[in-house]
Structure formats: structure tokens, C-alpha cells
């Protein structure tokens, strides 16, 4: 598996991440089936995803790759679906979390 094949299968993980999150939520705490079912398909879907991923890429880089931007994209969907609007701190935090998982991939070479 190519690198960018790895980097592919890693925007997966945390798109199936990010919908196992927001379903999860939905879900209200596996009260309801279908969501409930949706977030159990999708979380495992995103292990078997991160598992290929690692295969390429240190699990220690993936693993911080896919919880950042897993993150990122978490909040997102809470301001856009739920109306959940983070507050300055939250904000900053954020903005660390971006450049962390900047500094893994582009500067955190073995």
C-alpha cells in the first residue's frame, strides 16, 4: 500500500470517526436502535480503516493524526448540527490541536 493510499484510508478512519461521534450522540446513550446501530457499524469500520493505515504509517503518527483531526471535524459537526459553539479557550485549544497534528505529520519523521 502506497503512502497516499495510507493518508486515504486515514481520511476514512476519521470521516467513519466523525460519524461514529455524531451518531453516538444521536444515539442517546444507545436508547435508540438505529442510531446505536449506526455508531457500532461505524467505529468498527473506522479500526479496520486506522489498522490498514498502520500498516504504512507509525501507529503512533496515526493514532495522533486520527484523534486530532477526528476532534477537529467532531466539533464542526457539533457547531453545525447541534449548535454547540465552542468558547475562546475551546477555541485555542483547537487551534493546538491543528498544529500538533501538523508537527506529527510534516516534522515528526522517524
Known amino acids: ?15 467513519l470517526g466523525v460519524t ?6 444521536s444515539a442517546e446513550g ?3 436502535l438505529i442510531p446505536s446501530i ?3 457499524i461505524t467505529i ?8 490498514l493505515v498502520m500498516k504504512n504509517i507509525p501507529m503512533g503518527i496515526t493514532y ?11 466539533v464542526i459537526v457539533g457547531v453545525i448540527k447541534y449548535n454547540q459553539i465552542p468558547n ?5 485549544g483547537l487551534i493546538l ?3 500538533g497534528v501538523l508537527m506529527v505529520n510534516l516534522l515528526g519523521k522517524e
Do not use: D, E, P, R
Not at 461514529?20 to 450522540?25: E, I, L, V
Not at 468498527?44 to 489498522?51: A, D, F, K, T, W
Not at 495522533?64 to 467532531?74: D, H, M, V, Y
Not at 475562546?88 to 485555542?92: E, P
Open 1 to 15: 500500500m502506497s503512502l497516499a493510499t495510507s493518508y486515504f484510508f486515514l481520511g476514512i478512519a476519521v470521516l
Open 20 to 25: 461514529s461521534n455524531s451518531f453516538a450522540k
Open 30 to 32: 444507545f436508547t435508540l
Open 38 to 40: 449506526i455508531t457500532a
Open 44 to 51: 468498527v469500520l473506522c479500526m479496520y480503516s486506522l489498522s
Open 64 to 74: 495522533a493524526s486520527f484523534a486530532g483531526l477526528t476532534i477537529i471535524f467532531t
Open 88 to 92: 475562546l479557550y475551546s477555541i485555542i
Open 97 to 99: 490541536i491543528i498544529i
